[in-house]
T-cell receptor, first 113, second 111 residues
Framework: DTGVSQDPRHKITKRGQNVTFRCDPI?????LYWYRQTLGQGPEFLTY????????KSRLLSDRFSAERPKGSFSTLEIQRTEQGDSAMYLC???????????FGPGTRLTVL | DAKTTQPPSMDCAEGRAANLPCNHS???????VYWYRQIHSQGPQYIIH???NNETNEMASLIITEDRKSSTLILPHATLRDTAVYYC????????????FGTGTRLTVIP
């Protein structure tokens, strides 16, 4: 399967713990996006990379959140000191510059107890 | 990006055409209309996009009114697998790279 993959698919953690999610985009895509989706809502944009550069960050991305894409391929999203309000589906998408369509992965569902 | 308005839910009989409306009255001249859908427990999936002409692909047709203030996504022969939340998004080709999804329309295809 050459689509966008995300790992893990599910994560349950206790409040205050740190978690890290990984996204592997489609190999030739140079743009990578992170979104968050809570129950009953559409996905909300968090941040965007072009190659290894993080070019845009939403105000939703508090200082407890950090995203990296060190070699311009896979990306990680870390949440420090998790809170119950962080419980959501975290979606990753990728695209090729100049192409309209974003391809989404299956998401990582985070539950903070 | 311009705001869109969609009905929260719709039903459609299997085999019939599903017509999903979207209002985007504040759309500007350089903004495209995109449609994505999200099947339960999956990531969103791109369907189609257009600027001002009607568009058709293997999944759907997109009809944009002449004044571009509204559009309709048409699934010509809905199947049970088309049950999903459908998002209408207005976005410029340049500038912001994120997609603003809103809450979409939950389409239920009924056997």
């Amino acid at each position: 399967d050459t689509g966008v993959s995300q790992d893990p698919r599910h994560k349950i953690t206790k409040r205050g713990q740190n978690v890290t999610f990984r996204c592997d985009p489609i190999s030739e895509h140079n743009r990578l996006y992170w979104y968050r989706q809570t129950l009953g809502q559409g996905p909300e944009f968090l941040t965007y990379f072009q190659n290894e550069a993080q070019l845009e960050k939403s105000r939703l991305l508090s200082d407890r959140f950090s995203a990296e894409r060190p070699k311009g391929s896979f990306s990680t999203l870390e949440i420090q000191r998790t809170e119950q309000g962080d419980s959501a589906m975290y979606l990753c998408a990728s695209s090729f510059e100049g192409v309209n369509e974003q391809f989404f992965g299956p998401g990582t569902r985070l539950t903070v107890l | 990006d311009a705001k869109t308005t969609q009905p929260p839910s719709m039903d459609c009989a299997e085999g019939r055409a599903a017509n999903l409306p979207c209002n985007h009255s504040t759309i500007s001249g350089n903004e495209y209309v995109y449609w994505y859908r999200q099947i339960h427990s999956q990531g969103p999936q791109y369907i189609i996009h257009g600027l001002k002409n009607n568009e058709t692909n293997e999944m759907a047709s997109l009809i944009i009114t002449e004044d571009r203030k509204s559009s309709t996504l048409i699934l010509p022969h809905a199947t049970l697998r088309d049950t999903a939340v459908y998002y209408c998004i207005v976005r410029a080709q340049t500038g912001a790279n994120n997609l603003f999804f809103g809450t979409g329309t939950r389409l239920t295809v009924i056997p």
